[in-house]
């Protein structure tokens, strides 16, 4: 099976522009989460979709958002951005998205805002 | 809530010596537990997890955990590491809290692990 895919895997934006992340979960997987990873915060989680519905969130202000297709493709966006919203953007995939389930990784959105 | 704390911000080490990465957690609900190692510029790859049964979870590339309920532990061990193990590894829960578990994985701040010739 192919792995967990992000694009773009490199952007770089200005402040207060907006950003759309793609990520295309393993077939068969129902979850998609996402996580930013910084130097300062480490792994944050920022919300979970599952069957178009966002099942859970983490503690990010309304500019992060997402989505999720009826294919389980699902996107992120962040709009205002912020110097602060530099960061490694992951997607994860999972079968059902429960505690018991794995999560796989994709290689990440490496996002720069100057 | 709960919490992941990894005690070891780096581990350097001799190729060939053993390793043990600490990890402790903290949750009011039972948890179920992770680790993940990240390679310079990837994703995150699954080493092992423990969900119940046998504490000792043995995973990929020879690394082993052993879960102490009692010491809230979770802590990584290679009997003999080589070069190609040097990256940042990273301890997780997830719990059954219901609705506020789907898809969340609490992390700790990663150990970079550091293999010398």
């Known amino acids: 099976k192919a792995g967990v895919t992000q694009t773009p895997r490199y952007l770089i934006k200005t402040r207060g522009q907006q950003v759309t992340l793609s990520c295309s979960p393993i077939s068969g997987h129902r979850s998609v989460s996402w996580y930013q990873q910084t130097p300062g915060q480490g792994l944050q989680f920022l919300f979970e979709y599952f069957s178009e519905t966002q099942r859970n969130k983490g503690n990010f202000p309304g500019r992060f958002s997402g989505r999720q297709f009826s294919n389980s493709r699902s996107e992120m966006n962040v709009s205002t951005l912020e110097l602060g919203d530099s960061a490694l953007y992951l997607c994860?995939?999972?079968?059902?998205?429960?505690?018991?389930?794995?999560?796989?990784f994709g290689p990440g959105t490496r996002l720069t805002v100057l | 809530a709960q919490s992941v704390t990894q005690l070891d911000s780096q581990v350097p080490v001799f190729e060939e010596a053993p390793v043990e990465l600490r990890c402790n957690y903290s949750s009011s609900v039972s948890v179920y537990l992770f680790w993940y190692v990240q390679y310079p510029n990837q994703g995150l790859q699954l080493l092992l997890k423990?969900?119940?049964?046998?504490?000792l979870v043995k995973g990929i590339n020879g690394f082993e955990a052993e879960f102490n309920k009692s010491q809230t532990s979770f802590h990584l061990r290679k009997p003999s590491v080589h070069i190609s193990d040097t990256a940042e590894y990273f301890c997780?829960?997830?719990?059954?809290?219901?609705?506020?578990?789907?898809?969340?994985?609490?992390f700790g701040q990663g150990t970079i692990l550091t293999v010398h010739p």
């Open positions: 423990y969900l119940s049964g046998s504490t």
């Open positions: 994860a995939s999972s079968l059902d998205g429960i505690s018991t389930d794995t999560q796989y």
């Open positions: 997780a829960v997830s719990d059954n809290a219901g609705g506020t578990s789907y898809g969340k994985l609490t």
